[in-house]
């Protein structure tokens, strides 16, 4: 699946229309003010130019390609790392050059400050905010007039003390804004990669099933329908020499056939048995016995020992898969009369146990047909984080237990 994660100067405060629509309203007033700068310039010595004005016309000239090329054409917002100290640095030595040619010029410091804020940390804006007042105050005609007058001095200080503390609080209200963006974003990315986890297992899912059914068919009607090709050969030689023992052959294979006729039944009335769905577990294992004890005659006996706890989806699935395995087993191959299915929790896991009066066998022959279905229980329980436990001796039964880790499902 494509990865559509973006980049992280792709997270934007307020919707993407409304932010450039307010960065190209900012970039033109910054052109306006670096312009209306130039024509004051040469309005103010027009007819007897001088190499200062020139300098300032050009510095002024130098400072708008500057916020042109790193500010205004930069695809992304915030600009990258390596843009904000070249352009800052490059731009404030510009201005205080055009401060000290023409202190009148003093005002275009004032720009500064909110692309400091709306670019910059806070830290570094706020030291950039220093400097631009240090410099104002410093060369500024209006700056020695305030430091001349300490009350008015201390006035505009408290003005500017309080533009600069509006101008951190929407800094951090912009901050916020892209980080709640960003979250968006991973929460969003996480969702995407959880439905095609879904679908994974749930291909996957089908794909155990397919194996389980061919397992099925090779280990079942396919060993049995060898035995009947075997065994119609040796009953037609049969006819020829000894009737008798030909017509109990006959009626071997019709044993035989009627079994695998069986067999068949069984195999697709579990291809018809639904997933768990949108059914309570509780409900799909209560169904599950009567049906299988309705088609079999064997007594099954269910206790739900969890109360009302909700399980997660997944959980619940496999608990149900295994029950009905579990319980196909000990219809096909145990010849059990008497079946135990028991689901508690305790030690912080689930546990659902299957517990027959059957035949019984060796575990390590676990691996033998006809008991196929044992490995696909196992592959499922792992898949979330749970083990298979088989307990079984020849004549004693079977107890097969499933044990998860116990997870409420979200609310």
Avoid at 54 to 79: D, E, H, I, K, S
Avoid at 176 to 202: H, V
Wanted: proline content about 5%; charged content about 20%; hydrophobic content about 45%.
């Amino acid at each position: 699946m494509k990865d559509q994660r973006r980049r992280p100067e792709h997270y934007a405060p307020i919707p993407l229309p409304t932010l450039r629509g307010f960065l190209t309203f900012f970039h033109v007033l910054t052109f306006l003010a670096l312009g209306i700068a130039i024509f004051n310039t040469l309005a103010s010595a027009w007819g007897n130019l001088s190499w200062r004005e020139a300098v300032v016309c050009l510095a002024l000239l130098a400072q708008a390609g500057l916020y042109l090329r790193l500010v205004a054409l930069n695809p992304t917002y915030p600009p990258p790392r390596w843009v904000t100290p070249t352009y800052f640095t490059s731009a404030l030595l510009l201005w205080v050059l055009e401060m000290l040619l023409a202190p009148h010029l003093f005002w275009l410091g004032f720009a500064f400050i909110g692309q400091m804020f709306g670019i910059l940390t806070t830290l570094q804006a706020l030291a950039g905010t220093i400097f631009v007042f240090f410099i104002i105050v410093t060369f500024a005609p209006f700056g020695r007039q305030l430091l001349a007058a300490p009350g008015e001095f201390i006035g505009w200080l408290t003005s500017w003390v309080s533009m600069v503390i509006l101008l951190i609080y929407l800094s951090h209200l912009t901050r916020t804004s892209r980080e709640r963006a960003r979250l968006i974003d991973e929460l969003q990315q996480a969702k995407q990669e959880l439905e095609a986890a879904r679908e994974k297992e749930a291909e996957l899912a089908v794909l155990r099933e397919r194996e389980r059914l061919a397992r099925d068919m090779h280990d079942t009607l396919g060993h049995n329908l060898v035995a009947l090709s075997v065994q119609l050969e040796a009953v037609q030689r049969l006819y020829r020499v000894d009737p008798q023992a030909a017509e109990e052959g006959m009626d071997d294979l019709k044993r035989l056939t009627r079994s695998s006729m069986d067999e068949l039944r069984r195999t697709l009335a579990g291809l018809r048995t639904p997933g768990l769905g949108d059914r309570p577990l509780k409900e799909a294992l209560q169904e599950l016995c009567v049906e299988v004890s309705r088609r079999s005659r064997l007594r099954v006996e269910f206790n739900w020992e969890i109360g009302d706890l909700e399980l997660p989806p997944a959980v619940a699935e496999a608990l149900w898969r295994t029950a009905q395995e579990g319980l196909t087993n000990v219809e096909k191959h145990a010849g059990a009369g008497r079946v135990k299915v028991r689901l508690h929790a305790g030690a912080g896991e689930l546990r659902l146990q299957i517990e027959d009066d059957g035949e019984g066998f060796l575990p390590q022959d676990a691996g033998r047909p006809g008991h196929f279905g044992l490995a696909g229980m196992r592959e499922r329980l792992e898949g979330v984080g749970g083990r298979l436990l088989i307990a079984s001796a020849p004549g004693e039964g079977t107890r097969l237990e499933a044990h998860i880790p116990a997870v409420e499902a979200p609310v």
